[in-house]
């Protein structure tokens, strides 16, 4: 059997898990970043790297400690080294390649987007593929015809912001803080999903892509009137729980058309999806009820893999699998695919 040691610092939270080449998580530990960012409403990158050179080393011997496994023992080492923050990725991919070096194992470069899909599989148990990709995180969306855990070919992505983003600047918007999503979740439990008539960008036009800028912006004046230079945020009550809970509908309603269109375009009958907006509860169910009535399956993770974790990067299981390891100058690729 061989021991993996996964990395991840894509992005603000810094992970690392150890598992097995039977797919076994023997330990999966992530340190959140969040509380250094959230004073600037956002990931700050430098502030993001220099917590991924701090936490890195006492995240491995944790995630070494919890699955009972020396570092002598790991018999290959992962690091997703694409897309994300140049800098942040950059500490990963240097920790891993120096790990790699100095234990003479091999080195696998994942790509996190692909880990997201990935981490259906590991959730299932078994295999999953070919499927519907969905991935719904801060940085992406977009949709994938996933032939297997390796070949993704994209269908469609969204032209301007993520859905995350757009959860996370309508939550600056109300002033419910950062990071974004959970919080909206919440807000959005107290109000009226159907009090404003949000726009759906592309529902029906059978275009796998997605825009979420304008949903955002109508939030904005929808808070705000015309004045949204001078606007504080509104004070809890009904009127921010009301914008919530119709903004959270509208995204809602978007994504599960265009998986539903992407189902039947592709003829595939199985939806996996991952990235952190798949932790919302809403989107969950309704994409449920969506595959309940096409008759495909629905794979998505429980929450801990939804979000980032290294433990998701078991897809490089996939490419160890097939020798494909990553030579000493791999290198950390901040664009995607
Ligand atoms: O996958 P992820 O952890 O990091 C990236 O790869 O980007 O996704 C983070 C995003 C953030 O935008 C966050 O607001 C959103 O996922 N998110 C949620 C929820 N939990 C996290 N969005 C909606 N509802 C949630 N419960
Ligand atoms: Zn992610």
Redesign the pocket.
């Known amino acids: 059997m061989t021991h993996f040691l996964a990395l991840e610092t894509?992005?603000d939270?810094t992970a690392a898990a150890v598992f097995t080449d039977e797919l076994a998580v023997l330990s999966s530990v992530v340190a959140s970043q969040t509380d250094l960012h959230a004073k600037f409403g956002g990931v700050v990158p430098e502030i993001a790297s220099r917590a991924h050179l701090r936490n890195l080393l006492p995240v491995v011997d944790e995630a070494l400690t919890r699955a009972n496994v020396a570092l002598n023992d790991i018999g290959c080492i992962a690091v997703h080294n694409t897309p994300g923050l140049v800098g942040a990725l950059l500490v990963g991919v240097s920790a891993a390649k120096a790990l790699a070096l100095g234990l003479g194992v091999p080195l696998v470069g994942v790509n996190?987007v692909a880990s997201?899909i990935y981490a259906c599989r590991l959730a299932a148990g078994c295999d999953i593929f070919p499927c519907v990709g969905l991935v719904v995180?801060?940085?992406h969306t977009a949709l994938f015809r996933c032939d297997t855990p390796l070949s993704l070919h994209l269908l469609g992505g969204t032209r301007d912001d993520a859905a995350?983003?757009a959860?996370?600047k309508v939550a600056a918007i109300l002033g419910l803080g950062f990071?974004?999503?959970?919080a909206?979740?919440r807000e959005a439990a107290q109000g009226n999903p159907k009090s404003h008539d949000f726009p759906r960008p592309f529902l029906d036009d059978g275009r796998l892509e997605f825009s979420f800028s304008g949903l955002k912006t109508a939030v904005l004046y929808a808070c705000h009137g015309q004045d949204v230079k001078k606007a504080a945020p509104p004070g809890p009550g009904p009127k921010r729980a009301d914008l919530a809970a119709s903004f959270q509908v509208a995204v809602v309603d978007v994504l599960v058309m265009k998986c539903k269109q992407a189902l039947r375009k592709t003829g595939l009958t199985r939806l996996a999806v991952g990235?952190?907006?798949s932790?919302?509860k809403p989107l969950r169910a309704a994409l449920n009820a969506m595959c309940v009535k096409e008759g495909a399956e629905l794979f998505i993770p429980p929450l801990s893999l939804c979000?980032?974790n290294a433990a998701m990067a078991a897809l490089a299981v996939e490419k160890w699998k097939r020798g494909e390891f990553a030579p000493p100058e791999l290198d950390a690729e901040p664009n995607w695919l």
């Open positions: 894509s992005c939270e996190h997201h995180s801060g940085g995350g983003e959860f996370d990071p974004g999503g959970p909206v979740e990235g952190g907006v932790a919302n979000t980032d």
